[in-house]
């Protein structure tokens, strides 16, 4: 079974910095994107943040030079790390991921979500 676990949220003040990991385990054959998305109170999930298998990123313009993506392969891991942060960057985070598990076909994995709460 594959699981998604996310950590490295908290409470940080505005301008300050945190970074998030999401591992992924469990019986994986593949993995291809992973990403993270965000979801504020009373408002929809958006996504934040999108890494490709081969390295290519794609960021929401809100986020565009501050937060950085990364992913670490050999780990399972994708990073995301997060700078000059804002207070509307207040939500929590959820990690995702297309991942195939055994013989299945890739498809869509979430993590559990992570608080991430900027003060002004």
């Known amino acids: 079974q594959v699981q998604l676990v996310e950590s490295g949220g908290g409470l940080m003040q505005a301008g300050g910095s945190l970074r998030l990991s999401c591992a992924a385990s469990?019986?994986?054959?593949?993995?291809?994107?992973m990403g993270w998305y965000r979801q504020a109170p009373g408002k929809q999930r958006e996504l934040v943040a999108v890494?490709?298998?081969?390295?290519?990123?794609n960021y929401a313009d809100s986020v565009k030079g501050r937060f950085t993506i990364s992913r670490d392969n050999a780990k399972n891991t994708v990073y995301l790390q997060m700078n000059r942060l804002k207070p509307e960057d207040t939500a929590v985070y959820y990690c995702?991921?297309?991942?195939?598990?055994?013989?299945?076909?890739?498809?869509?994995?979430w993590g559990q979500g992570t608080q991430v709460t900027v003060s002004s």
């Open positions: 995702h991921g297309v991942l195939a598990s055994g013989y299945e076909r890739e498809r869509d994995y």
């Open positions: 890494i490709t298998g081969g390295g290519t990123t």
């Open positions: 469990g019986s994986i054959s593949s993995i291809n994107n």
